[in-house]
């Protein structure tokens, strides 16, 4: 029963994923002509903000526990199953969890003080609210389904080397972010306009630490309740 409950909730988000993917397409096409002209040119590098990355990251995350969820209902724990199982473990762990976290706690901290170096106040003219709150704040349902009702695993299923997984993911993000500033001239997020070079590297510091902090709570939170003498190495 627990597995039906726990499939039919993902199901849910992933519909709502796409329904939101689809709506952010129309918003593109239709209102980026309208934008204010200090606004125009970060919008034609639209798949190159971190928030999107991750929420593309989940959505394929949320494939993947869906298959899991339902081939552990059909036919558990043949070879196919624990592959997936695996493969949802360990992006989860790598990625959603710790990135995800980041987007929301970074988004909404800058937001609060002041929040024309992350959303301009200009954007609420085109942007809808509701959209912004799930690229966000609604991204956090699914770090909450997964621990709430995700089986507990063995550290190895984990992978021991994620948090390389995960320095790495976070290193080509910045590395093509700084390099569109280099090429082009502009900050895609305005917080980095206002910043020294000195400001901004502590800042990106600051990032990978919360990042590499919420990989180990992520880690725990999968690992609880297992315990295992040596950890085996997959990588």
Request: hydrophobic share 50%; aromatic share 16%.
């Amino acid at each position: 029963m627990c597995k039906r409950v726990v499939l039919i909730l993902y199901v849910t988000v992933l519909w709502y994923y796409c329904h939101s993917i689809v709506e952010s397409r129309k918003f593109s096409r239709g209102v980026r002509a309208k934008l204010p002209k200090n606004l125009q040119f970060p919008s034609k590098f639209p798949t190159y903000f971190f928030t999107l990355w991750i929420f593309g990251v989940q959505t394929l995350f949320l494939c993947t526990a869906v298959l899991d969820e339902l081939l552990q209902i059909l036919t558990p724990k043949t070879k196919l199953q624990k592959s997936i199982q695996y493969v949802r473990h360990v992006t989860f762990s790598t990625i959603v969890f710790p990135c995800t976290l980041l987007v929301v706690t970074v988004f909404w901290t800058i937001w609060h003080i002041d929040r024309e170096l992350i959303f301009p106040k200009a954007l609420d003219d085109f942007y809808p609210a509701w959209l912004n709150h799930t690229m966000h704040t609604f991204i956090l349902v699914p770090l909450v389904i997964e621990v709430a009702f995700s089986q507990t695993v063995d550290k190895y299923h984990v992978l021991e080397r994620s948090l390389l997984g995960l320095l790495a993911f976070a290193g080509t993000y910045q590395t093509i972010y700084f390099f569109i500033y280099i090429r082009h001239g502009i900050w895609l997020y305005p917080i980095y306009g206002v910043l020294n070079w000195m400001q901004r590297i502590v800042f990106v510091l600051i990032k990978v630490i919360a990042c590499t902090l919420y990989h180990y709570v992520g880690v725990a939170l999968l690992t609880r309740n297992k315990t295992r003498p040596e950890p085996q190495k997959l990588l």
